[in-house]
C-alpha cells in the first residue's frame, strides 16, 4: 500500500513576497530592490544569492529605464541575465521564460540607447515588465497580501506619481548621511586619524 502524495508547499522568504507586491502592485521598484537587498546581505552565501541579486538587479533597470536612464538599465539588465539561472528561477516560483523576456527588454533598451538615447517621450512609453510567476501558491499570497493592503496586482507604472519614479532624488537620506558620517568617524577614529 502506497502513502498518499503529500503536497509540497515552498515557504518563500517574507522580504521575497515584500519584493513581489512592492514590483508587481506598487511599482516601486526602489524600494523592493531595497528590501530585498537588505535580504540577500543577509544570505550572500546561501544556493540562492546570486538569483536574489539578479532580482535586485532587475528592479533597479526597471528604476533606470522608466526614468529614461537606458545606460543603467542596460548595464543592470546584463548583469541579472547574468545572475540568473533557469533552475534558481524556478526554485523562486517564476516561470523560465522569464530568462528570454529580460533578453529581448535587453536588446530592445539597446537599441533605444543607439538611436540616440531616450526622448522623454519614450520615457512616458515605458511598460512594465511583470515577473512571470508559476507557483500558483505563490501567485495567490502576493494576490492575498495586496488584497489586504487595498493595492491592486499587476497595476501599471504611475508615471505621473514622482515619489516613485523620482526616487532616489526626492526621499529623504538625513538618516542614510547620518550613518556614513558616523561609519567614517569609526574608521577614522580605528586608523588614529581625527575627525575634520
Known amino acids: 500500500m502506497t502513502e498518499p502524495h503529500a503536497e509540497h508547499t515552498v515557504r518563500y522568504p517574507e522580504a521575497y513576497l515584500e519584493y513581489l507586491v512592492l514590483y508587481h502592485a506598487d511599482r516601486d521598484y526602489f524600494n523592493c530592490h531595497e528590501v530585498l537587498e537588505e535580504f540577500w546581505q543577509a544570505n550572500k552565501t546561501g544556493d540562492l544569492a546570486a538569483a536574489w541579486l539578479g532580482l535586485i538587479q532587475i528592479a533597479v533597470a526597471q528604476y533606470h ?90 497595476s501599471p507604472s504611475d508615471m505621473a506619481n514622482r515619489d516613485i519614479v523620482d526616487k532616489h532624488v526626492r526621499r529623504d537620506r538625513t538618516e542614510v548621511v547620518a550613518e556614513r558620517a558616523a561609519e567614517l568617524a569609526k574608521r577614522r577614529a580605528l586608523r588614529g586619524k581625527p575627525a575634520p
Open 65 to 154: 529605464e522608466r526614468r529614461g536612464n537606458c545606460a543603467g538599465a542596460l548595464k543592470m539588465l546584463a548583469s541579472a541575465i547574468r545572475n540568473l539561472r533557469a533552475e534558481d528561477v524556478e526554485r523562486l516560483g517564476i516561470n523560465r521564460s522569464l530568462l528570454s523576456e529580460l533578453a529581448h527588454r535587453h536588446a530592445a533598451v539597446a537599441a533605444k540607447l543607439a538611436a540616440s538615447g531616450p526622448s522623454p517621450a519614450e520615457a512616458n512609453e515605458f511598460r512594465d515588465l511583470d515577473l512571470p510567476l508559476q507557483d500558483t501558491e505563490l501567485l495567490r499570497l502576493c494576490r492575498e497580501k495586496c488584497r489586504l493592503a487595498g493595492k491592486a496586482w499587476l
